[in-house]
């Protein structure tokens, strides 16, 4: 191969090694801002499930009835 040729070839791989590079930041800028909102939602969706979860246990613990004890020894 002449000296011209080899020149080339190193050429090409750093031009497509440059592309390459831009391509994968531009879709991870892309998934990124589209996933923001996605994630807030879904990160939203969470938290309401927590609470209602946690309201859930709140009032199990809270009333007149529970004797924590009693379901203690039933186990």
Do not use: P, W
Not at 13 to 25: D, L, P, Q
Not at 32 to 48: F, R
């Amino acid at each position: 191969m002449s000296s011209t040729a080899i020149v080339f070839v190193v050429l090409i791989a750093c031009v497509t090694g440059v592309v390459c590079h831009y391509i994968t930041e531009n879709a991870k800028k892309e998934r990124k801002a589209g996933s923001q909102t996605t994630g807030l939602d879904e990160t939203l969706a969470q938290l309401d499930a927590i609470e209602e979860r946690v309201r859930v246990l709140e009032r199990i613990v809270t009333e007149n009835k529970f004797d924590l004890k009693q379901e203690i020894d039933r186990l």
